[in-house]
């Protein structure tokens, strides 16, 4: 057990270009969630799956930013037509069924220019 | 889930206690305090969480006052490495439809100092 990883750790990226991030949970858990995190600031709540449903989305996520958990393991967050307000850390987080105990990855710094 | 108060920031020697308190004046009967922390760079880590009782485990110690509307985090003997920002949340447990989301706030930025 690596824990949770992402990938990239940091992406630079023109604005107006498209970026996608991966998350690999923890094999055993059955909730990921998606948080972004801005300097300064704690980490807020964009989107949560429970396997491969996903259950919920923060007003945060518009319509440029989508979210995936296709087979219910790793979860991949895409961002259309970014913006220079998307800069940014992207955490993700995993827990298991019995608990709410959440582990974070490192997280995803997201720059762009 | 309950609004918590925290100060902005601390200090602490190194070998001495740290003692990081939340206010939580709103919390439900049914809501756990949690407590994460944050070192830079890197992703938050839990610390311990609890109901009504105090708990220790080998990172803290959490003390919650016995209205529930406020709690202190102990680190018993601060080390370098324990400086960070430090956040209490309180949320409900299993079941709800919060599903278990993490409402942070700005949390203390703990400075531990030779």
């Known amino acids: 057990d690596t824990g949770v990883s992402q990938d990239p750790r940091h992406k630079i990226t023109k604005r107006g270009q498209n970026v996608t991030f991966r998350c690999d949970p923890i094999?055993?858990?059955?909730?990921l969630y998606w948080y972004r995190q801005t300097l300064g600031q704690g980490p807020e709540f964009l989107t949560y799956f429970q396997n491969e449903a996903q259950l919920e989305k923060s007003r945060l996520l518009s319509d440029r930013f989508s979210a995936e958990r296709p087979k219910g393991s790793f979860s991949t967050l895409e961002i259309q037509r970014t913006e220079q307000g998307d800069s940014a850390m992207y955490l993700c987080?995993?827990?298991?069924?019995?608990?709410?105990?959440?582990?974070f990855g490192s997280g995803t710094r997201l720059t762009v220019v | 889930d309950a609004k918590t108060t925290q100060p902005p920031s601390m200090d602490c020697a190194e070998g001495r206690a740290a003692n990081l308190p939340c206010n939580h004046s709103t919390i439900s009967g049914n809501e756990y305090v949690y407590w994460y922390r944050q070192i830079h760079s890197q992703g938050p880590q839990y610390i311990i969480h609890?109901?009504?009782n105090n708990e220790t485990n080998e990172m803290a110690s959490l003390i919650i006052t016995e209205d529930r509307k406020s709690s202190t985090l102990i680190l018993p003997h601060a080390t370098l490495r324990d400086t960070a920002v430090y956040y209490c949340?309180?949320?409900?447990?299993?079941?709800?439809?919060?599903?278990?989301?993490?409402?942070f706030g700005q949390g203390t930025i703990l400075t531990v100092h030779p």
């Open positions: 609890g109901l009504k």
């Open positions: 987080a995993s827990s298991p069924p019995w608990s709410y105990g959440y582990t």
């Open positions: 949340i309180v949320r409900g447990n299993a079941g709800g439809t919060s599903y278990g989301k993490l409402t």
């Open positions: 094999s055993e858990h059955n909730r």
